[in-house]
């Protein structure tokens, strides 16, 4: 990964301590590129860019910010798998300089303008400064792969790949009580929100033009579930299977090896198995992460099963009780703001090893929510049935299943008891929007702990209705609106845990939402059309099991051995005591008592380190420009 930081003075003026601005930016992000960094200052200095490196294509030649011969200059994190065409397309009308993904860029976008977005493929955040027209374009992949974040106050904007970045120009570093709210119901944050006050993300398919001191954010691209009748699953499965490879041969694109995450689930296991078959010139290398806690907790042994038929060199990582202590802190630190869950902690763990071996890493995130895998979706769907099967409605259009052809997979909910006894409490039946907003909403497990009278009136649920109901999901599909939901929220959220390669690409995505819900979910099979696509890749281990659980961490077992202490002096600290919006003595009655995959005591803890960390160094923050010393000797 690369980083990218600037600002702009909405008027045009001069920016007082430009240089100091944008080196203290530059700090803020330096773990992103270990191989290079460059800034540019406008002559007029109203403007600024800066940039660390990480070199994936063009190894020599593709410094940034990089200036093309118009005068526009960009800074890129990222990777367009295309460029190769689009540079073909594109030599007849620009004379290139480089090899690299940087100026095929600044080339489409002298082209087409904003519709330059609408020819590319990847992942992607820059921004470009167009000397001629006095404007700053910037721009995020379709999925949010990529980071872009922003903030002005005033006539000041300012945008970079990391929120703490912009944390020095803030008027004042504050907790954002909506997206506090959001974070403890979902974990997540809705339209565009985050934990920093006036710091906001630049949503996934979206970009923003400031042109005469006005900012404007614009949708380019969405996704619309407009289901094809037309074809039998046959097709749907063989056309999948050549989307996949095509992509997987995109991504595998680089002047540098290229490797892959393995967890010995579904969806890696793809990836990783094509990968390795067409990366035929050297020798593959898979991560694995696994805490050595029993069935639950270690999955190597399909990933073993996988990286044998492939012939993949596995890299394990036993990941201990330790670790969450040595390292939990910079795992709060390098997100930003906790998001997703406990799986941060051990892909964090897992791209430690991994970065001693490779700089490129392919993932599988996005299978789930493109090709429905989480098993809310069967728990969510069996209620539907039955509430189908006693009202007479079954066949009512709304169902892609039957109450009868589900019950062969309900063995997949054996893990999951707790969660069906929570859902089914209260609200049996209600509107499919409320079921599975109780299904997904984890508030009210902290009545007592969180102090809800302090985080306003804002409602989460309201947000999450507008998304779940959007218009480009079709009506009756349930099945469409559960993982539509997942994908616009949870998925950017996981990728945020390490902005990386994934399964999400354009055309794939594209095409799955045109698939029918009765074929991707026939019988409440979760991602049947995917396995059904894909299965000549895996092992058999893989394809048949029904115990995949994505990451579980054992915090909750740990919580009540090796971790006990370090948890409870954290809970039993002044500095918690003295947060508005959490109840300490609450708190500290539930260590060691919630049940074995709950995220209460996860939830809490990561806002609590997210507070010492930012909210709580806030005049290190805000003095960073001031103690920043341009002079070289």
Not at 202 to 214: A, E, F, T
Request: net charge negative; charged share 25%.
């Amino acid at each position: 990964m690369c980083g990218i930081a600037g600002t702009l003075k909405l008027d045009y003026q001069e920016i007082p301590a430009l240089g100091e601005s944008l080196e203290a930016m530059n700090q803020l992000i330096a773990h992103r590129g270990p191989d290079g960094s460059g800034t540019w200052m406008h002559d007029n200095r109203y403007v600024g860019l800066t940039h660390r490196r990480l070199t994936i294509i063009d190894l020599k030649t593709g410094d940034q910010p990089m200036k093309d011969r118009y005068g526009n200059i960009i800074v890129y994190n990222g990777e367009l798998y295309n460029y190769v065409e689009l540079r073909e397309e594109l030599r007849k009308d620009y004379d290139f300089l480089t090899t690299s993904d940087t100026e095929v860029i600044l080339a489409a976008y002298r082209k087409w303008g904003a519709e330059c977005l609408n020819k590319f493929r990847g992942m992607f955040a820059f921004a470009i400064w167009d000397e001629k027209f006095k404007v700053l374009f910037c721009a995020r992949d379709r999925f949010g792969i990529k980071p872009f974040y922003y903030t002005h106050e005033g006539n000041g904007f300012y945008f970079a790949s990391e929120p703490k970045a912009m944390l020095p120009f803030l008027s004042k570093i504050q907790t954002d009580t909506d997206a506090l709210k959001d974070y403890l119901v979902f974990q997540l944050y809705l339209d565009g929100k985050t934990l920093f006050k006036n710091i906001n993300e630049l949503q996934p398919g979206h970009y923003l033009i400031i042109k005469n001191g006005s900012i404007q954010v614009t949708r380019y691209w969405e996704v619309y579930y407009n289901h094809d009748w037309e074809h039998t699953p046959k097709y749907f499965y063989e056309h999948l299977q050549e989307l996949i490879e095509d992509s997987i041969k995109f991504h595998l694109r680089s002047d540098v090896p290229v490797g892959s995450y393995l967890s010995g689930g579904v969806d890696s296991g793809i990836v990783s198995s094509i990968a390795a078959r067409l990366q035929t010139d050297s020798e593959f290398k898979a991560f694995h992460g696994k805490f050595e806690l029993g069935e639950l907790y270690d999955e190597s042994l399909y990933a073993r099963d996988i990286a044998e038929m492939r012939n993949i060199s596995l890299y394990e990582k036993a990941i201990t009780s330790k670790d969450f202590i040595d390292n939990i802190g910079k795992v709060i630190f390098h997100l930003d703001y906790p998001v997703a869950g406990p799986g941060s902690f051990p892909q964090y763990m897992v791209s430690q090893l991994a970065s001693q071996h490779l700089k490129v890493v392919l993932g599988g995130q996005g299978g789930d929510e493109i090709f429905g895998g989480y098993v809310r979706y069967l728990i969510a769907y069996f209620e539907q049935c039955i509430k189908g099967a006693i009202e007479g409605t079954l066949h009512s259009g709304n169902f892609v299943v039957t109450y009868e052809s589900i019950i062969p997979n309900l063995t997949f909910l054996k893990n999951y008891k707790p969660l069906m006894k929570d859902f089914w409490r209260d609200g049996l039946f209600e509107d499919i929007d409320r079921r599975y907003y109780h299904l997904i909403n984890r508030a009210p497990s902290l009545e007592k702990e969180v102090n809800w009278n302090e985080l306003g009136t804002y409602s989460s649920f309201d947000t999450f209705r507008k998304i779940f109901n959007g218009e480009n999901v079709g009506k009756q599909a349930y099945f469409d609106k559960m993982t539509h939901f997942d994908f616009k929220t949870l998925l950017p959220g996981l990728l945020q845990v390490e902005d990386r390669m994934s399964m999400a690409d354009s055309p794939i995505v594209e095409f799955a939402a045109s698939i029918p819900s009765d074929v991707k979910f026939k019988n409440g099979t979760l991602k049947m059309t995917l396995i059904n696509a894909m299965k000549h890749e895996l092992p058999d281990s893989v394809v048949q099991r029904k115990n995949k659980m994505g990451f579980p961490v054992p915090l909750n077992t740990w919580l009540k051995t090796d971790l006990k202490d370090f948890i409870f002096d954290l809970f039993n600290s002044q500095s918690i005591k003295d947060r508005p919006y959490f109840n300490k003595e609450e708190i500290l009655k539930g260590i060691g008592v919630e049940s074995e995959f709950g995220r209460k005591v996860w939830g809490l803890l990561s806002l609590e380190l997210w507070h010492r960390e930012f909210i709580d160094k806030a005049d290190y923050y805000k003095n960073l420009p001031n103690n920043i010393n341009l002079n070289k000797g």
